[in-house]
Nanobody, 124 residues
Framework: QVQLVESGGGLVQPGGSLRLSCAAS????????MGWYRQGPGKQRELVAG???????NYADSVKGRFTISRDNAKNTVYLQMNSLKPEDTAIYYC??????????????????WGQGTQVTVSS
């Protein structure tokens, strides 16, 4: 079993910064991809940023130049540094990981996991 725990959300004024963290724990043999999604009020969940093992990060156009995704493989953790925040960035942010883990029966395979979500509110 694998669990993702997020932290770092909160209330910030426009132009401010926040850093989100998401740590994975459990039976982990590797993490192929990590990413951050968000869901604003009345909107569908959308990809904010993603990074694959050994690959370059990719970003939604709306956050390019303001957000930075990074990963610490030793800690099984992904971060999202958010700068120059705007009111339209207000949403619940979810981390996502594609984790190589074991299943009942003793084999291993890739499974998709989600964090519990953390609220980010940008308002004056």
């Amino acid at each position: 079993q694998v669990q993702l725990v997020e932290s770092g959300g909160g209330l910030v004024q426009p132009g401010g910064s926040l850093r989100l963290s998401c740590a994975a724990s459990g039976s982990i043999f590797g993490i192929k991809a990590m990413g951050w999604y968000r869901q604003g009020p009345g909107k569908q969940r959308e990809l904010v940023a993603g990074i694959r093992s050994g690959g370059s990060p990719n970003y939604a156009d709306s956050v390019k130049g303001r957000f930075t995704i990074s990963r610490d493989n030793a800690k099984n953790t992904v971060y999202l540094q958010m700068n120059s925040l705007k009111p339209e960035d207000t949403a619940i942010y979810y981390c996502n990981m594609l984790v190589l883990t074991e299943y009942v029966g003793g084999g291993i395979d890739d499974y998709d996991y989600w964090g519990q979500g953390t609220q980010v509110t940008v308002s004056s």
